[in-house]
């Protein structure tokens, strides 16, 4: 089970990834968490990052490609994997299909999280209330200012993925603003016919 899922900051990605690590035991591939521990192991690709990381600049596409492709090559990941945070941008799509096709491997299929925009900024500023009511500090990236630059960011780069996989025919969607268990309901519905590769 190959899956990418797509959906702007705050549509609850995250929460989805961890349920479908344990339904379907198959990892959560984060860029982040893979860029860190390639350079901490000192790979080839984890060192190029380093230095690119350290005199300041963005890790390319191809860096970012090569690590994924080096991760989806470790044991845990031989039934499938989550792909959340990446693919970014169309280019990296294309680069991550040709390193997929490479390897033999193929996408099963990419689940976009449909949400209304002013309802999540809502939530966000919801959840910063509830937050500071404990008395607990808030994330600096958990206001709506923050929050509604990062969704302007992600419609800008990210949202064009939608008509690439959708043009592939790899998309499927869910409504992201249903309750959690409800949207966890409808991934399951969506996911369950690729359990079979899971356990073959």
Request: proline residues 6%; glycine residues 8%.
């Amino acid at each position: 089970m190959r899956i990418i899922l797509l959906g702007p900051p705050g549509a609850g990605k995250g929460t989805q990834s961890e349920r479908i690590t344990h339904a379907f035991d198959v990892p959560q591939l984060s860029t982040g968490d893979m860029l860190r521990a390639a350079v901490a192991a000192g790979t080839p690709v984890g060192l190029e990052a380093k230095s690119i990381m350290e005199s300041g600049g963005l890790v390319p596409d191809a860096v970012v490609v090569g690590i994924v492709a080096d991760r989806v090559e470790e044991p845990d990941a031989k039934n499938g994997f989550i792909l959340d945070g990446f693919p970014r941008t169309v280019e990296q799509a294309k680069a991550l299909d040709a390193m997929l096709k490479e390897k033999g491997l193929d996408l099963d299929t990419v689940i976009e999280f449909v949400v209304d925009e002013n309802a999540l900024v809502g939530r966000i500023a919801k959840r910063a209330e509830e937050t500071a009511a404990r008395g607990q500090p808030v994330r600096k990236d958990d206001t709506p200012e923050v929050f509604k630059s990062r969704f302007e960011a992600y419609k800008k780069q990210t949202a064009p993925l939608s008509d690439y996989y959708e043009g592939l025919g790899h998309l499927q969607k869910v409504d992201g603003m249903k309750p959690i268990d409800e949207v966890t309901t409808d991934l399951m519905t969506i996911l369950e016919p690729y359990r079979q590769t899971v356990s073959s």
